[in-house]
């Protein structure tokens, strides 16, 4: 019956995906509550590795029922493009369901988010360009096109035709506008409106066997005894409302988006993880108090494949900074942390931890809540000794070596709840289990 949630409490790239196909396999229903293909989930499985962007990870377990919960935006040409590929490699997407409610992505959606970044000049956002901010934005604007509308294909060609020649025409504006500026000209891929049309029909007619009333369907089961796991994409600082705005994504990753993005009610969620690296990790702009911009930054990203999963950007990185980790147990009322990639700090003399924040000296009393301000924070670290030795086969917390443990405990002291796994490697198996309940 209990429903748990996982959720990313830095900024992206944690390790989600990994922990959630450990989890998965003592649940029936995996669901994922917000974002749409900006997220990048990696499983690793024997020799397999699987790069999801919107099918939830725990489809690689055939008792699992996948399903894309109503606050998630869905782009249905990379929805298709996955299931193929997962159906080609055995992995059967049968099962998935998508919510009526959740908003459809459309090609106006990546052509206003590539505007939208050329019309911020030298400070883009650095977004995946996926749409998934204009997606939002007409969700709220309430222009969207949700995918139960896809039941009726001719009124959803009547939709689809009229919001396509509305955004056209907005779109060739701004192009006129830009250029008349001297801004640089984008390309653009031209916005085709009767082979949008005729393809979203196409991708309609196969999304229909998938539509569900996911949000009764999840009660039904919870009340029926169900496990359920709901998957959050992107993470605690990214979120629109909690991150470092504007430096974020469009959706709210934090739990209480788990919620709204399930229909879940609050007192529904029985346990939320949040996941962390043993260090930070951000792609795309924006502050980042413990960032290493030396060499070893560099053997992070080395060492971690700090490579972007969906745009193969390398990601910026980091000491581990357990102050914001604090401030990601308040946000999302954890129950406890999943420490991702441990193994990655094995080959360093001294490793840190970022305990606390100084503005002009000062200690400060709350965690930055403006980009400006987090901007201007001096971390203050604790300094542990490394460990120098291969942690990738361990599976018992009494095998750590004590600098490994020493690293937990201060992590632990810091962010005030347990940690409960810890990962040592990609593959499945490579983690232990560092909490004794
Ligand atoms: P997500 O977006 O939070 O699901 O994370 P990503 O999949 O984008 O990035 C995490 C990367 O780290 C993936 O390549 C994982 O295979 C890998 N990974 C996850 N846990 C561990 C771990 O404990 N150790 C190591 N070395 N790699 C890990
Ligand atoms: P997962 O689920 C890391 C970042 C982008 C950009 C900002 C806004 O794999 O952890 P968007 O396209 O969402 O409007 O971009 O958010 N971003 C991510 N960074 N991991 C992700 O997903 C991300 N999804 C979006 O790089 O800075
Ligand atoms: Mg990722």
Same mark, same amino acid.
């Given at each position: ?35 749409? /293909? ?7 499985? +024997? ?15 055939? /008792? ?15 929805? $298709? ?19 009526? =409610?959740? #908003?459809?992505? =459309?090609?106006?959606?990546?052509? #206003? ?21 204009? &997606? ?40 006129? &506008? ?25 991708? +309609? ?31 605690? $600082?990214?979120?629109?409302? /909690? ?48 960032? =290493? ?28 900074? &357990? ?13 406890? $942390? ?22 002009? +000296? ?8 403006? &980009? ?34 020493? $690293?937990?405990?201060?992590?632990? /002291? ?24």
């Amino acid at each position: 019956m209990p429903v748990t949630v996982v959720v990313g409490a830095q900024w992206g790239d944690e390790g989600k995906a990994k922990v959630i196909d450990l989890l998965a396999e003592q649940h029936s229903i995996v669901a994922r509550y917000q974002g749409g /293909h900006n997220a990048g989930h990696t499983v690793v499985v +024997g020799d397999e590795r699987y790069a999801l962007q919107l099918i939830p990870s725990g489809v690689l377990y055939p /008792h699992v029922t996948p399903v894309i919960g109503n606050g998630v935006v869905v782009d249905l040409p990379t929805l $298709f493009k996955e299931m193929d590929s997962l159906e080609s490699r055995g992995v059967s997407c049968a099962a998935l369901k998508v919510s009526r =409610l959740a #908003h459809l992505i =459309l090609p106006w959606h990546q052509a #206003h988010d590539a505007l939208a970044e050329a019309a911020r000049g030298d400070q883009p956002i650095g977004t995946t360009l996926k749409g998934i901010g204009p &997606a939002y934005a007409d969700k709220a604007r309430r222009l969207g096109i949700r995918a139960g509308e896809v039941a009726d294909l001719d009124t959803f060609a009547v939709t689809v035709r009229a919001r396509a020649t509305a955004e056209k025409a907005l779109i060739d504006q701004a192009v006129t &506008a830009a250029a008349a500026t001297g801004s640089p000209v984008i390309d653009l891929p031209d916005l085709d409106i009767e082979l949008i049309v005729e393809q979203w029909c196409e991708y +309609g007619r196969r999304l229909q066997p998938h539509l569900a009333d996911t949000v009764g369907m999840l009660h039904d089961a919870r009340e029926a005894g169900a496990d359920i796991l709901l998957e959050g994409a992107q993470a605690t $600082f990214l979120d629109l409302d /909690h991150g470092t705005y504007p430096y974020v994504t469009s959706s709210s990753p934090t739990a209480g988006g788990a919620s709204a993005g399930s229909g879940l009610g609050p007192r529904h969620l029985d346990r939320i993880i949040g996941i962390t690296k043993a260090y930070t990790t951000r792609v795309g702009a924006g502050p980042f108090p413990t960032e =290493l911009l030396d060499a070893l930054g560099d053997k992070l990203i080395d060492v971690g494949h700090e490579y972007g999963t969906v745009t193969g950007r390398r990601r910026r990185a980091g000491w581990l900074d &357990a102050y914001m980790l604090r401030h990601a147990v308040r946000l999302n009322s954890l129950t406890e $942390f999943a420490l991702t990639k441990l193994d990655v700090l094995d080959g360093f003399d001294e490793v840190r931890i970022c305990t606390g924040y100084r503005i002009n +000296g000062q200690a400060i009393s709350h965690y930055p809540d403006t &980009a400006t301000e987090l901007a201007m924070v001096e971390p203050e670290y604790v300094t542990l000794p490394g460990w120098r030795s291969d942690l990738t086969a361990i599976r018992d917390r009494a095998e750590l070596p004590s600098a490994a443990a020493e $690293f937990l405990r201060v992590v632990e /002291h810091t962010v005030g709840i347990p940690i409960d796994i810890v990962g040592v490697g990609a593959a499945r198996d490579a983690y232990l289990k560092w909490s004794r309940t």
